[in-house]
């Protein structure tokens, strides 16, 4: 079978590459990728494939059936990209203005569709299933991503119930030929907050008349230094930041009101949890304190990103089995970045992996860089690894 996926993937390598580059033209927004799916429908209808139903939009799955019935691998690939200009000096740059496919997600679908190629010709070899499941909306946190809304319409319960997802991102920390990944947590929670403070407002020279919310807001920031120092785990990682305060209008006046706003980062629910609870506790009673009032508020942020560790097992000798023994990488820290994969994460077990780009002396320029870019020989080793990797789980 490995050689198999090995041919085929060769085989299709050029066409890949072609798609790649036509979605790299053509960006869209978070939750606007309609062109984008119309691209792949051209490839996918092509095929020996059954195109599933929409799900929240412009996401959509595809199944591969074996000959025989048996478990159901779903492999996952983000669909949106970046309002930003493409500086980069590339001949198939963007032609959509202040849009970019500066996170590799034009790859990550190529990559789908390669899988869709490789495995509709190996179905006679296949027990079970195959759900490839085309996201939107990955980049846009603010309104919660596309992974909870394809998974809330159903994208995983639906026949075939999915039992196992697996997620890749091109990633700039891993060389090219590599590919990792790391127990337990991969990628952080991040959450946003908001602190809308109310104090009484008045002449500057009469501050025993007022209430400073510019008082209370500072004595917020200082105390919000003392929860990860000490009501975190030393063990664990945790980030609180302030990154705005804004308050008053002028230099003799004690304003109204006072406004925090900031991002929490952590790797576990149960840091994630402590984090918001003592904000709330320090904000309200610090404000309280002072006389003034704090309300809070969290934005819709995604939470940790944790693998699951037998399938994070396989990982190694699956990987060394299609691309060579030194191919694994076993990942020791996770990053500090959001991913909504976590939300496939939290329903089935699951492994993100990353895919190297990296070279070996040369910098890379990283994601949502404008000079984004990637060797496109590596998206070959992505579709063989999760060819593999689905394989391997249907075994
Ligand atoms: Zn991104
Ligand atoms: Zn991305």
């Known amino acids: 079978m490995t050689e198999e996926i090995k041919r085929r993937a060769s085989e299709i390598e050029g066409e890949i590459i072609k798609l790649r580059r036509e979605l790299h033209q053509h960006p869209e927004k978070s939750g606007s990728e309609y062109l984008t799916r119309d691209i792949l429908m051209?490839?996918?209808?092509?095929?020996?494939?059954?195109?599933?139903?929409?799900?929240?939009?412009?996401?959509?799955?595809?199944?591969?059936?074996?000959?025989?019935?048996?478990?159901?691998i779903a492999l996952r690939f983000d669909m949106d990209a970046l309002e930003m200009d493409e500086l980069?000096?590339?001949?198939?740059?963007?032609?959509?203005?202040?849009?970019?496919?500066?996170c590799g997600h034009d790859g990550h679908m190529a990559m789908g569709v390669g899988c869709a190629m490789v495995l509709s010709k190996l179905k006679h070899?296949?027990?079970?299933?195959v759900k490839l499941i085309f996201q939107p909306a990955e980049e846009d946190a603010v309104s919660g991503g596309g992974a909870k809304y394809m998974i809330e319409e159903g994208v995983l319960d639906d026949a075939p119930r999915v039992d196992a997802v697996v997620g890749m991102h091109i990633w700039p920390e891993l060389k090219?030929?590599?590919?990792?990944?790391?127990?337990?947590?991969?990628?952080?929670?991040?959450?946003?907050?908001?602190?809308?403070?109310?104090?009484v407002g008045g002449h500057a020279s009469l501050p025993h008349k007022c209430v400073d919310p510019i008082l209370i807001a500072s004595q917020i920031v200082v105390s919000l230094q003392s929860v990860v120092a000490r009501n975190i785990d030393p063990f664990d990682a945790a980030v609180i930041t302030v990154g705005q305060l804004s308050a008053g209008t002028r230099y003799n006046t004690i304003p109204q009101t006072a406004s925090l706003k900031g991002t929490l980062r952590s790797f576990?629910?149960?840091?994630?949890?402590?984090?918001?609870?003592?904000?709330?506790?320090?904000?309200?009673?610090?404000?309280?304190?002072?006389?003034?009032?704090?309300?809070?508020?969290?934005?819709?942020?995604?939470?940790?990103?944790v693998n699951d560790d037998e399938m994070v097992?396989?990982?190694?000798?699956?990987?060394?089995?299609?691309?060579g023994e030194d191919a694994f990488k076993s990942v020791e820290r996770p990053a500090s970045g959001g991913e909504d994969f976590a939300y496939f994460a939290l329903e089935r077990p699951s492994v993100y992996l990353w895919l190297g780009y990296g070279e070996s002396e040369a910098k890379v320029n990283p994601p949502h860089s404008p000079y984004y870019a990637f060797d496109e020989k590596i998206l070959k080793d992505g579709v063989m690894t999760l060819c593999q990797v689905a394989v391997d789980f249907l075994k």
């Open 42 to 72: 051209r490839y996918l209808s092509e095929l020996d494939v059954e195109i599933g139903p929409t799900y929240f939009k412009t996401g959509f799955a595809v199944v591969i059936r074996g000959r025989e019935v048996g478990k159901t």
């Open 125 to 129: 070899m296949m027990k079970g299933q």
């Open 268 to 305: 576990s629910q149960e840091t994630r949890d402590v984090l918001k609870s003592h904000l709330e506790k320090i904000a309200t009673a610090v404000a309280t304190g002072y006389g003034g009032e704090a309300k809070l508020m969290f934005g819709n942020g995604y939470p940790a990103l």
């Open 176 to 199: 090219k030929g590599e590919v990792g990944t790391k127990y337990g947590p991969i990628m952080a929670a991040s959450d946003p907050f908001e602190i809308s403070i109310s104090g």
């Open 313 to 323: 097992a396989d990982m190694k000798a699956t990987v060394a089995s299609i691309l």
């Open 88 to 102: 980069a000096d590339c001949p198939f740059k963007s032609k959509h203005d202040g849009l970019m496919h500066a």
